[in-house]
């Protein structure tokens, strides 16, 4: 049986959960976008004293804030290659659960704008994309990625690049204007 370990810090939350056989062990979040560092090595902490050893990891790739990303993929990537276990990407965004047919789904992207996907039948048509709010008609905003449908997607994705949709904020001195 797998006992899959998700992490996810594309968003302002942390958020960890320990999942066997679609059954939730263990699950928390935390608020903090520039927490996602501590907050991710103790709610793994808990979710191993609670659930037990995972025998695989599944990581959100964002899209997301490029430190955040990398705080929760650098950790996924670490555990895994510790343990000797498989790590699988997700796209964060297709981990959002809508109980919609046709919708599209954003989060804060920072900056005054948004990441966003649209869907139709549960399956992203458009996206992953990065715009001002105004610029993206009908967007459900608000939500974060769930863990059992980070499970889900396990097995039908596995993402080895994060998604960033922009240069980061910081620049090598040479380049500064």
């Given at each position: ?54 025998s695989q990891v599944i990581v959100g790739m964002g899209p997301g804030p490029f430190t955040g990303l990398r705080v929760g993929i650098a950790f996924a990537r670490s555990y895994g290659l510790a343990r000797n276990i498989p790590v ?90």
């Amino acid at each position: 049986m797998t006992r899959s370990l998700t992490i996810d810090t594309s968003t302002s939350q942390t958020i960890v959960a320990l999942i066997e056989a679609g059954e939730i062990l263990f699950q928390a979040s935390h608020e903090g976008a520039m927490d996602h560092g501590a907050a991710v090595i103790d709610l793994v902490d808990q979710a191993i004293k609670i659930g037990g050893t995972p025998s695989q990891v599944i990581v959100g790739m964002g899209p997301g804030p490029f430190t955040g990303l990398r705080v929760g993929i650098a950790f996924a990537r670490s555990y895994g290659l510790a343990r000797n276990i498989p790590v699988v990407g997700v796209c964060s965004l297709d981990a959002i659960d809508v109980d919609h047919n046709d919708y599209t789904v954003a989060i804060d992207a920072r900056r005054k704008e948004i990441y966003w996907a649209r869907y139709k039948d549960g399956v992203r048509i458009e996206g992953p994309s990065v715009s001002k709010p105004d610029e993206v008609p009908d967007f459900i905003i608000g939500n974060f990625p769930s863990p059992k449908k980070m499970v889900e997607l396990s097995a039908q994705q596995n993402f080895s690049e994060p998604f960033y949709l922009r240069r980061p904020d910081a620049v090598p001195t040479a380049e500064r204007g």
